[in-house]
């Protein structure tokens, strides 16, 4: 409980400068974009017409309509693998490691990488993908395969294998604190009460991990959406996502185009977001 | 399998790296016995209760339940349940949830999980908030979803760690004759760990006391309260002076013993006498303590009024002996006038109310 009573003036002063600066920050230029998709003309001019044909325009072209599906697509796969491979780590880490100094000498060399800008580790990922590139080697070297594998650079697998490696912490931070907070006592209850382990995960473990798996996703799936970097430097010129869309359209000079991409991006991220709410209340989150 | 105990103990050791947690302990509970473990917190109650239940490995020695060695089995094939500190109510479930978990995990059929669990939220009287979860309930009624939860399956032994520990005190005396009640109307073996002295004495068959990872004692609440068999049991009984001397001599089945308040005559032990000079401790209950002393008093000292205790049936005194150590007494409050604070005045006890102890084991 809030020592704050919620209706409190000084709640509203408190709250004021951040609120202030959300308003000139994110939602009036949020706003603005939205006001720009709308407009009937290319050009900028503040009396323009306001008009539906720029959506029209985006849905009755299948090639950006295919944009939007891989886009989501994407994100769903993503999701999928990081959540799996995330959840694997969070319950290695703190299940199976019991000693906390080594607990924390792994996390790190989770963490580290991240120090590194964004735009490094992307490129860095080009010399493992290629067709020379240092899987390939390994794969020739250990005989699974004869000749290079092409599937990896320039390739939507590419993309998803750096994506992997970007965002798969994304999914298990949350996990390691919703598993940390669980007591010994509750698997040791399941136990005493006949339950094997696998059911003791599935039926006390898990939902109890629920509310950080869905922050992961959440998490995944706002960056996968967001995210046109990998697709520019690993999926070269041939893959886009709707974030390499709006560059596209914003570099040739179509505004208006770029606003409607933007905001259809914007909307799929908030639907995806309401679903996963849906699923648990992350309110809830730490609660006893 | 009726002429097994239900629960035996057979030289059985945990070691936790370089630390021994529980050294050599055997143990035997019949069926449908109450035996409470009371120790220290560390002497290693905890985890002989864990080792019972499959939680920790056992490193030496054997665990059977009816006469069958468990070492080997997984909590969830042991007929145990077990009652936890935290009662470790699963958050997510509703308390209907709960109490049928265990038989869902048993593979019950549906129709006969639904009705059992009808039967036992009103057996335990939690009926009323079936389908609440539990960070909406208080203490008490946590504590009895946790007791139906462990129960329902009509395990062989209930396995009980401080189970009323996390209880405010105003609840703990109801709560305690309410499982004494449970235990007795199902006749199952119960093996309740407590460091509560009042817990154990009012509801165990058989007290098992427990320091430095070994069992001091076994017996009755009776035999470990008015003959504690070592110096650490009669020190950690409430009420009981302990002395420390050396033998002056054996006098036939008495041994006289000099302390630094005086020389007391104590009943021997059986089996070896011990010699003189050997160092020895014994022990007077104090209510056996009388500030007026007759002839058949033959242990008698002097000392001084300290401090006096109104427990309303009984008066408690604390008196000091001549080289300041502490000598307890207690009676009833109808009798005799009540001593000042300050006062001088000979106490005296008979011989057959002093108990000799064991020797210290030399810790292995």
């Avoid at chain 1, 509203?12 to 951040?18: N, Q, R, T």
Wanted: net charge neutral.
């Amino acid at each position: 409980m809030s020592p704050l009573r919620e209706r409190a003036a000084v709640s509203y002063v408190l709250a004021a400068p951040g609120g202030l600066w959300m308003l000139v920050a994110l939602v009036a230029p949020t706003l603005f974009i939205a006001w720009v998709s709308f407009w009937a003309s290319r050009t900028f001019a503040l009396s323009n017409a306001l008009t539906l044909a720029n959506y029209v325009k985006f849905f009755t072209r299948p090639a950006y309509v295919r944009v939007l599906g891989d886009t989501v697509e994407q994100a769903i796969v993503m999701m999928l693998i990081t959540g799996v491979i995330g959840y694997a780590i969070a319950y290695f880490l703190v299940v199976h490691v019991r000693r906390p100094a080594f607990q924390l000498a792994l996390f790190l060399l989770l963490v580290v990488p991240f120090w590194t800008s964004a735009l490094i580790r992307t490129i860095a990922w080009i010399p493992f993908l290629g067709v020379n590139g240092v899987i390939n080697q390994a794969l020739l070297l250990l005989g699974i395969v004869d000749r290079p594998v092409e599937a990896f650079l320039f390739t939507r697998t590419g993309i998803t294998l750096a994506q992997t490696s970007f965002y798969t912490l994304l999914a298990t931070g949350p996990v390691v604190y919703t598993l940390r907070n669980i007591p010994r006592s509750l698997p040791e209850a399941a136990q005493c009460l006949h339950a094997t382990p696998l059911r003791v995960f599935w039926r006390i473990v898990f939902p109890l991990t629920l509310p950080g798996v869905v922050i992961g996703q959440i998490l995944v799936f706002l960056n996968v959406m967001a995210d046109f970097a990998t697709a520019q430097a690993i999926g070269g010129h041939k893959l886009a996502f709707l974030g390499n869309l709006v560059i596209l359209l914003y570099e040739s000079g179509q505004l208006t185009f770029a606003a409607v991409v933007g905001v259809l991006l914007m909307i799929a991220m908030l639907l995806g977001v309401a679903v996963l709410l849906k699923v648990v209340d992350i309110r809830r989150l730490g609660a006893p | 399998m009726a002429d097994r105990p239900d629960l035996e103990l057979i030289g059985v050791t945990k070691r936790f790296g370089a630390f021994t947690a529980v050294r050599d302990v055997s143990l035997a509970v019949e069926h449908g016995q109450f035996v409470c473990l009371l120790g220290p917190s560390g002497c290693g109650k905890t985890t002989t209760l864990r080792m019972i239940a499959g939680l920790e490995e056992v490193d030496a020695g054997e665990i059977r339940i009816a006469g069958v060695r468990v070492n080997e089995r997984p909590p969830w094939q042991r007929d145990i349940a077990m009652m936890f500190q935290d009662f470790a109510l699963f958050p997510h479930m509703t308390v209907a949830r709960q109490v049928a978990f265990g038989l869902e995990m048993l593979r019950r059929p549906a129709a006969e999980i639904r009705r059992r669990v009808a039967e036992t939220l009103g057996a335990f009287d939690i009926a009323a908030f079936a389908d609440r979860k539990p960070d909406t309930l208080s203490g008490g009624q946590k504590q009895r979803v946790a007791l139906a939860r462990a129960l329902i399956t009509e395990p062989r032994i209930l396995l009980l760690d401080e189970p009323i520990g996390s209880l405010d005190f105003s609840l703990r005396e109801a709560v305690m004759l309410e499982l004494r009640d449970v235990q007795r109307r199902l006749g199952i073996s119960f093996v309740w760990v407590t460091h509560d002295q009042n817990e154990a004495f009012s509801l165990g068959d058989r007290v098992v006391v427990m320091t430095h990872a070994r069992i001091e004692q076994v017996g009755t609440p009776e035999d470990i309260a008015e003959r504690p068999r070592t110096r650490f049991v009669a020190t950690f009984v409430q009420g009981t002076n302990v002395f420390d001397g050396t033998v002056e001599r054996a006098e036939g089945d008495h041994v006289r013993v000099r302390t630094a308040t005086g020389s007391f005559v104590v009943p021997a032990r059986d089996g070896r006498p011990p010699d003189p000079g050997e160092a020895v401790s014994f022990s007077v209950r104090a209510a056996l303590v009388t500030a007026q002393p007759g002839a058949e008093h033959v242990n008698q000292v002097g000392a001084v009024c300290h401090a006096v205790e109104y427990l309303g049936a009984i008066r408690r005194y604390d008196f000091r002996l001549v080289d300041g150590r502490s000598l307890k007494l207690e009676e009833f409050t109808g009798r005799g006038r009540r001593i000042a604070e300050g006062e001088a005045i000979t106490l005296g006890w008979r011989v057959e109310d002093g108990v000799l102890h064991a020797p210290a084991e030399a810790p292995a």
